[in-house]
């Protein structure tokens, strides 16, 4: 897993996020993977899955829309490229 050092953090930085760590009862280590993990994945964030989800159930598409559309599906395998 990798391993990241902050340099020059200022000494009334590092005592905030002890204090916070420990408001929240976890380590000052694990209270700064919490914050960056908040900061680069937030929960607002788009996850492609439940748009598609909802997007159908804005459709009014159901499973039965989708299994009516498999049978017509092209299952033949492609043909290799030919670079000849």
């Known amino acids: 897993?990798?391993?990241?050092?902050?340099?020059?953090?200022?000494?009334?930085t590092h005592?905030?996020?002890?204090?916070?760590a420990a408001q929240h009862g976890r380590s000052t280590e694990a209270e700064m993977r919490d914050i960056l993990e908040s900061a680069v994945r937030p929960d607002t964030r788009l996850r492609l899955g439940a748009a598609l989800a909802e997007r159908s159930r804005r459709l009014g598409l159901t499973n039965e829309d989708v299994?009516?559309?498999?049978?017509a599906r092209d299952r033949t395998p492609a043909e290799p490229l030919s670079f000849e």
């Open 15 to 20: 005592r905030a996020l002890k204090v916070r």
């Open 1 to 12: 897993m990798p391993a990241v050092t902050i340099r020059n953090l200022s000494e009334a």
């Open 67 to 71: 299994d009516a559309l498999s049978p």
